[in-house]
């Protein structure tokens, strides 16, 4: 007896691996995910410009990074006490314009530095819905709480998200001709837009998605969205908010992902890593006994070994919360 429906691992999987350099641009979903791979060592960018929920923000902010512009007090404003830039995150918004342009044009050259190796572009879509800006006409990735009055919102068609996605995409493989990228629907809903408008949403992004593996060459589609509403579909695998996954689901979806993108190589050094990521995180009862000492002393070891079979790993922050 079945008592769930399961999704079959899409065949167009291509490998992820230690030697891959990647960024991942998107919904908080998308921080999960980039999370997971950055723990595990991987050379990865997430969000440079911050947390984004829209497929237009993305693609400009994605322009952006490929261009050479860097950020001016022009481009920002202050609103209840903070300076914040329409097209970033409120993590980037700060007391002084100072502040905050430092934040934005660190992540900046930081992301931009690493560009021209990026082989991999993983892009998770949040929402179709876009807020502009009245006196401009330009879209914004974040309101920063501003009245509502100030903007106008409509939903992107199809046509739009795949005009935008693509140019940059295409841009992107200009730069590097191996660039892959994985497009993945945010599971995370949208329920201030009602669930009718939140399911238009979501069907857009799903259906722009697979425009783009048909249109563009490399592009692929990952089924994060499908696998909370046709896989886990339970409310035990939400949050408290009922919209957002658990921590449970996220590594239900992190363990597809490992199944459907690394091959066993890559898993075998990702599980040796995660041991060692299980021992620093040990909080000992008693921290100061003998054998806690030969634990650490047999962690430190391990964490030598591992360096020294993968050259390209750091271990800083593991030794230092060890010492």
């Known amino acids: 007896m079945a008592f769930r429906t399961t999704l079959e691992h899409p065949s167009e999987a291509f490998p992820i691996s230690y030697t891959d350099s990647i960024l991942s641009m998107g ?69 002084s314009p100072t502040d905050s342009l430092d934040l934005i044009n660190t992540a900046l050259q930081q992301a931009r530095a690493k560009l021209q190796q990026t082989n991999t572009l993983i892009l998770t879509l949040g929402t179709a819905f876009v807020w502009k800006e009245k006196e401009t006409q330009n879209v914004v990735a974040n309101c920063h709480k501003l009245p509502a009055n100030n903007f106008t919102r409509t939903c992107c068609t199809v046509d739009e998200i795949v005009a935008a996605l693509s140019k940059v995409v295409e841009a992107y493989q200009e730069i590097n001709p191996s660039l892959r990228c994985l497009i993945s629907v945010s599971p995370v809903r949208h329920l201030r837009d009602g669930m009718v408008n939140n ?80 021992a620093v995180q040990h909080r000992p009862l008693y921290p100061d006994s003998l054998a806690q000492q030969q634990f650490k002393a047999k962690t430190l070891q391990q964490i030598t070994l591992l360096e020294q079979k993968y050259p390209d790993l750091s271990f800083l922050e593991e030794k230092e919360k060890l010492k």
């Open 199 to 278: 399911q238009l949403s979501k069907a857009s992004l799903i259906l722009a998605a697979h425009t783009l593996t048909k249109k563009l060459a490399n592009v692929f589609y990952f089924p994060a969205y499908e696998m909370m509403m046709d896989d886990l579909r339970d409310y035990r695998f939400y949050n408290s908010d009922m919209l957002h996954p658990s921590a449970l689901a996220v590594d239900y979806i992190w363990s597809f992902f490992q199944q459907h993108f690394f091959q066993e190589n890559t898993l075998e050094q990702i599980h040796a890593i995660e041991r060692i990521l299980k």
């Open 27 to 95: 919904s908080c979903f998308a921080v999960h995910m980039a999370e997971r791979l950055a723990q595990r060592k991987f050379n990865i960018q997430n969000n440079p410009f911050g947390i984004l929920y829209n497929p237009i923000s993305i693609a400009q902010n994605l322009e952006l990074l490929a261009s050479e512009r860097t950020f001016s007090e022009v481009d920002l404003f202050e609103y209840q006490s903070l300076w914040h830039s329409f097209a970033h995150h409120g993590a980037f918004s700060a007391p």
